[in-house]
């Protein structure tokens, strides 16, 4: 295998991995969302071509019944790879307001969806019409190109794909640039700079073979010179598609970052919640579940989860408060001192604050303790739902590490402050926490609702 041939395999996994990781999105949009569909609808068209192109594909299909078919099917495929990503660039940069001024690149893409589709349906038909009729296919060939240099039934054949295709990398060139000068965003900039790169290649690709191939209908080509400017080209195009294969892909790297960070906030978030939502099994959509099984709701968005599980352990914790006495928070505050003073830890007295008050308020619940009134509880600090959820993964964290004994105890202690007599300014506010009806465990100072949830 050459070193060529390898590349083609590796370029081919690579399209179908992007094609594969964007089919769920392009599946969830709705009837409205065409963008998602239509660049997807490109992935797996040039993935499908890409690998026809592959030694193994290749050669398998064209010593099929029906000579040379790999290339008749890499010409279909790419050609509707091609329909959508001109769609793509329709349904981006063709949408504008009809009042005032239309700006070039609209009335261009407009231009476009007026033709893509015709001239995709025309192209086929005449690409079937000319490989069953003037190319000749009566030995099986190896690198089309190279094989065929100097025949001008299959320099016509390849002339009108050549056309179809560099018209096509033009247009994509053309409103990539323009949107690349325009992008505000680093990652877009980047990536739509990499796709503009590799169209730019696939103009020089379609013209440079066209060429040759006019070329050496007029002098044919030494067999070595034709097999070696074949493997020129193609090397390009496997550039091409490597460039445009990330390129796509990079401006969803913030929201691969994102999705990271929401994955690890249900890892941490699972055991706090799990055990409060046990308590409370009314309170939840859904019946509380282990955490792989949390995890695979694939129904459920990341972030909507999350935010649901956040909602969730306020109105426990909310419950909570009619359970527990009311000096527990003074009784939780103090032994999360005492605790952080002896691991050198003084940050982790705000959560564990917050994991002893709910541990211990979840023992007095579970030992059947009558409702009362609502007690005091950790103000909220948070700003929003990123530093809400942050404060919820510091306190879920700190409830890790509290156990079912030391909690018993911080009640027990609760207990013999509130049988001695009313503690003064218990429900108070202050910088580590007071009385507050949301009744959300939340931060003692503004500093831990700012950390990220990472």
């Given at each position: 295998m050459t070193p060529l041939d390898l590349a083609g395999y590796l370029i081919a996994g690579l399209m179908t991995a992007v094609a594969l990781w964007r089919m769920p999105a392009a599946l969830r949009g709705d009837e409205a969302d065409r963008r998602r569909r239509a660049l997807w609808g490109c992935y797996a068209g040039f993935a499908a071509a890409l690998w026809t192109k592959?030694?193994?594909?290749?050669?398998?299909?064209?010593?099929?019944?029906?000579?040379?078919?790999?290339?008749?099917?890499?010409?279909?495929?790419?050609?509707?790879?091609?329909?959508?990503?001109?769609?793509y660039i329709v349904a981006i940069y063709g949408q504008y307001a009809d009042e005032g001024d239309i700006p070039r690149h609209v009335r261009f893409a407009r231009l476009i969806q007026q033709v893509a589709a015709k001239a995709s349906v025309a192209t086929l038909v005449l690409l079937t019409v000319l490989f069953f009729t003037v190319v000749d296919r009566s030995v099986p060939s190896d690198r089309f190109v190279a094989d065929h240099a100097g025949q001008w039934g299959a320099t016509l054949y390849m002339s009108v794909f050549y056309l179809y295709l560099g018209a096509a990398s033009a247009v994509c060139a053309y409103q990539w640039a323009l949107a690349t000068a325009s992008a505000t965003l680093r990652l877009l900039r980047i990536g739509l700079g990499m796709m503009t790169f590799a169209m730019f290649i696939g103009v020089g690709y379609t013209v440079s073979r066209t060429l040759f191939l006019w070329v050496s209908v007029i002098d044919e080509p030494s067999e070595s010179?034709?097999?070696?400017?074949?493997?020129?080209?193609?090397?390009?195009?496997?550039?091409?598609?490597?460039?445009?294969?990330?390129?796509a892909s990079v401006p969803a790297l913030g929201n691969v970052r994102r999705r990271a960070k929401l994955w690890r906030?249900?890892?941490?978030?699972?055991?706090?919640?799990?055990?409060?939502?046990?308590?409370?099994?009314?309170?939840?959509?859904?019946?509380?579940?282990?955490?792989?099984?949390?995890?695979?709701?694939?129904?459920?968005?990341?972030?909507?989860?999350?935010?649901?599980?956040?909602?969730d352990i306020a109105d426990a914790v909310e419950k909570l408060r009619h359970y527990a006495p009311g000096t527990l928070l003074d009784a939780a505050r103090e032994a999360a001192g005492e605790t952080a003073a002896a691991t050198a830890g003084p940050e982790r007295t705000g959560p564990l604050t917050d994991a002893y008050w709910i541990k211990a308020a979840l023992v007095a619940h579970g030992d059947g303790a009558a409702p009362g009134e609502a007690t005091a509880v950790g103000t909220q600090h948070a700003t929003d739902q990123d530093g809400e959820v942050a404060w919820l993964v510091r306190v879920a964290a700190a409830y890790r590490t509290v156990t079912a004994e030391q909690a018993r105890q911080i009640l027990e202690s609760a207990g013999s402050a509130e049988s001695s007599g009313p503690v003064e300014s218990s429900g108070s506010a202050d910088s580590s926490g007071?009385?507050?009806?949301?009744?959300?465990?939340?931060?003692?100072?503004?500093?831990?609702?700012?950390?990220?949830?990472?």
């Open positions: 592959t030694r193994v594909v290749r050669i398998g299909l064209n010593d099929s019944p029906v000579t040379d078919l790999s290339v008749l099917i890499k010409h279909y495929t790419a050609t509707v790879a091609i329909l959508a990503i001109l769609s010179f034709a097999l070696r400017f074949d493997e020129i080209t193609e090397a390009s195009q496997l550039v091409l598609f490597a460039f445009f294969a990330v390129g906030a249900q890892v941490r978030l699972h055991a706090l919640w799990y055990e409060l939502m046990t308590a409370f099994p009314d309170q939840p959509f859904d019946p509380p579940a282990s955490l792989v099984r949390e995890l695979t709701r694939f129904g459920t968005p990341a972030d909507l989860r999350i935010d649901r599980w956040a909602a007071s009385a507050d009806s949301s009744g959300a465990p939340q931060p003692s100072g503004t500093a831990a609702a700012k950390e990220q949830t990472a």
